[in-house]
């Protein structure tokens, strides 16, 4: 079992910036992958950033490429989203995500654990 715990969250106006953490309660970076979702009110979860654990490789979502930047820091067991350049349009309750696989990372169908989530909310 692993249990993920987001923080970082809060409010800020747009054009600012957040980092996001995920801190795990078992050592991840050997052998899961970590992702980050978001969910705006009435939307769907969607797929925002991960770290595949075999090959290290960072996917994005196209509306956060060169805003966001996914990390690991494997002594700490945590993975941090630093986010620059925050868009009202980035409001949502983002989670963290755990998975064994190293691929199919876009999906969160992939992931075996799920953080409770840290609300992010730019203002315009």
């Known amino acids: 079992q692993v249990q993920l715990v987001e923080s970082g969250g809060g409010l800020v106006q747009a054009g600012g910036s957040l980092r996001l953490s995920c801190a795990s309660s078992?050592?991840?970076?050997?052998?899961?992958?970590m992702g980050w979702f978001r969910q705006a009110p009435g939307k769907e979860r969607e797929f925002v950033s991960a770290?595949?654990?075999?090959?290290?490789?960072?996917f994005y979502e196209d509306s956060v490429k060169g805003r966001f930047t996914i990390s690991r820091d494997s002594a700490k067991n945590t993975v941090s989203l630093q986010m620059n350049s925050l868009k009202p349009e980035d409001t949502a309750v983002y989670y963290c995500a755990a998975a064994r696989l190293g691929y199919g990372l876009r999906s969160s169908s992939t992931y075996d654990y799920w953080g409770q989530g840290t609300q992010v909310t730019v203002s315009s």
């Open positions: 078992r050592r991840t970076s050997s052998s899961y992958s």
């Open positions: 770290i595949s654990w075999n090959s290290g490789s960072t």
